[in-house]
């Protein structure tokens, strides 16, 4: 989630070394740069666009990633000294507007016919506000959940939680046993990860799409006291995350849990693989943050996470068009499924990954994940409102109350109900 959410770190690319497709040395192959935030998926990336290859000798493509935390500002320097890539991974909603106003994407609909085959919830997120055209091939509608080291509640004879008070005594179980229940931290830059617990934890406490529908409709607002108590519970886990939340950040909190520290990781169907490339024998699975009551549905956060569009400064366009063409089709995101154990943008796609397969049965109880699909239209976003407080949030030290207060005097600047396209349940 980029954006979302956007998401995530480790590794530099220089841009020097980035910048547009070139025509290798000494051959005929066209190499097409793709720029990604998403450095932990460079090698099944490398996988699957070398099947490309194989069946297009004549163009090689060089996935090219570089940190979260980087990748925006290095992006629009690049774009800006035309120096970009000829494919860039594209942050979904209001996020992809900027690129499109200043002209350096190209339209994809009349250009990739595979693009009426996606999801509407994928294109969603790539289409523009303004001409309603589509600027980025999806890849992924990810789940928001609980992962959970499943040896670990296996050896301290805990069951998935079906109800807040059973995820409460898990947390208690665990803490007693001296395993730090939620690996959780958002330093450093890294305050979209916290964010995303928030998207976590909330739905089953403001009401999923009940909430959403009053509060994108202008029937409510984020004082409401059900969105109050939403932040409330983020900060009633407080005893239960790493300790020092403050103070530790997004990589910190996934090695806590990849290396058996924590027993849980709030987080999207983006951490699957990762999670899996960085310790093979690690035994996790995923579940919905429960509701209140038993037999009450589950909700999950769901949105685009993005898309890869073209660049207008390319200058091999026609085969940087060739790539994402491949990355709109069924077999790229079967690969990508494969993988990575994402849930894909597209129907058809089978699941063999076990976590991939929970995944989808969590999206029979899905709702728009309401930070990015629903207040990132304009300055200042629901997004940067919730993150300049949510680590003391977390720590206990921020009250729930006026921070809703704040997040809507924020987005009441200039959110009107009925002008931004967000996604209706």
């Not at 994407?105 to 997120?125: F, Q, R």
């Not at 309603?132 to 091939?137: D, F, L, N």
């Not at 091999?316 to 709109?328: E, I």
């Not at 929970?358 to 309401?370: A, D, F």
């Amino acid at each position: 989630m980029r954006k979302v959410l956007a998401l995530l770190v480790a590794g530099v690319v220089a841009l020097s070394g980035c910048g547009g497709g070139t025509t290798a040395t000494g051959s005929q192959s066209t190499v097409i740069t793709v720029w990604s935030w998403r450095v932990e998926d460079t090698a099944a990336m490398k996988q699957i666009f070398d099947a490309f290859t194989a069946k297009n000798p004549s163009i090689t493509v060089q996935f090219a990633p570089s940190p979260d935390t980087d990748y925006e500002t290095k992006l629009e320097t690049a774009l800006r000294a035309n120096k970009g890539p000829d494919i860039a991974q594209l942050n979904a909603y209001a996020g992809i507007q900027p690129l499109i106003d200043a002209g350096y994407l190209v339209s994809l609909d009349d250009k990739i016919p595979d693009l009426t085959n996606y999801y509407p919830s994928a294109l969603a997120g790539a289409e523009s506000v303004k001409d309603k055209k589509i600027y980025g091939v999806p890849y992924s509608v990810p789940d928001m959940g609980v992962y959970y080291n499943t040896k670990i509640f296996a050896d301290n004879g805990i069951d998935v939680p079906q109800t807040y008070a059973e995820f409460l005594a898990a947390c208690q179980k665990l803490k007693a046993a001296g395993i730090i229940p939620i690996a959780a931290g958002g330093a450093s830059g890294t305050e979209w990860a916290l964010e995303v617990a928030f998207g976590v934890i909330a739905p089953n406490t403001y009401g999923a799409n009940a909430f959403w529908n009053d509060i994108t409709s202008g029937k409510t607002t984020f004082t409401d006291p059900r969105f109050v108590a939403a932040l409330q519970r983020m900060k009633d886990l407080a005893p239960y995350y790493s300790p020092g939340i403050e103070g530790v950040d997004y990589t910190t909190a996934t090695q806590q849990f990849i290396n058996g520290q924590a027993a849980m990781f709030m987080g999207g169907s983006w951490e699957n693989g990762s999670f899996r490339s960085q310790n093979k024998d690690l035994s996790f699975s995923i579940f919905p943050f429960p509701p209140d009551n038993a037999g009450d549905p589950a909700y999950t956060s769901s949105f685009s996470d993005g898309s890869y569009g073209l660049i207008a400064q390319s200058p091999h366009r026609d085969a940087a068009l060739k790539v994402l063409q491949y990355m709109a089709s069924t077999e790229f995101e079967q690969q990508f499924a494969d993988l990575l154990a994402w849930p894909v943008a597209r129907p058809g796609i089978t699941a063999t990954d076990a976590n991939l397969q929970e995944m989808l049965k969590m999206q029979e109880h899905q709702t728009p994940y309401l930070d990015l699909a629903g207040f990132n239209w304009q300055s200042p976003t629901g997004s940067s409102l919730i993150r300049s407080e949510i680590a003391q949030l977390m720590a206990g030290k921020a009250d729930p109350a006026e921070l809703a207060k704040k997040m809507q005097d924020g987005v009441s600047t200039w959110f009107k109900p009925g002008v931004y396209p967000v996604p209706k349940v």
